[in-house]
């Protein structure tokens, strides 16, 4: 398992855009797949997208249907982090955005990450 810890989550207004990062402890990081889940009080946890080990042949990313389009994730190994770019932000993005990690390649099912951070707040208002 890694240590995860988000940083990023703000209050922003709808059509904004923002950036999460998710930082891992250990030189392994970078070896895992990592993703961003999200859950609001009203839903269960969302997938959102996952990366995973950067390789020559390209990197498989995943993202989940509900943020397609907007939202871009990436890698800095240099810096053993992860991030989440987001575009177009709407009143329907608030939630507790989660960084998780796994060994394998990227999946959208929570119960395949073991490796979870303790969440960053996006609240997204008109």
């Known amino acids: 398992q890694v240590q995860l810890v988000e940083f990023g989550g703000r209050s922003v207004q709808a059509g904004d855009s923002l950036r999460l990062s998710c930082r891992g402890s250990g030189r392994t990081f970078n070896s895992y797949t990592a993703a961003w889940f999200r859950q609001t009080a009203e839903k269960e946890r969302e997938f959102v997208a996952a990366?995973?080990?950067?390789?020559?042949?390209?990197?498989?990313?995943l993202y989940g249907d509900s943020v397609k389009g907007r939202v871009d994730i990436g890698r800095d190994e240099r810096d053993n982090s992860m991030y989440l770019q987001m575009t177009n932000l709407k009143i329907e993005d608030t939630a507790v955005y989660f960084c998780?990690?796994?060994?394998?390649?990227?999946?959208?099912?929570?119960?395949?990450?073991?490796?979870w951070g303790r969440g960053t707040q996006v609240t997204v208002s008109s």
């Open positions: 990366i995973g080990k950067v390789v020559m042949t390209g990197t498989p990313r």
């Open positions: 998780a990690a796994r060994w394998g390649s990227p999946r959208s099912s929570q119960e395949e990450y073991n490796s």
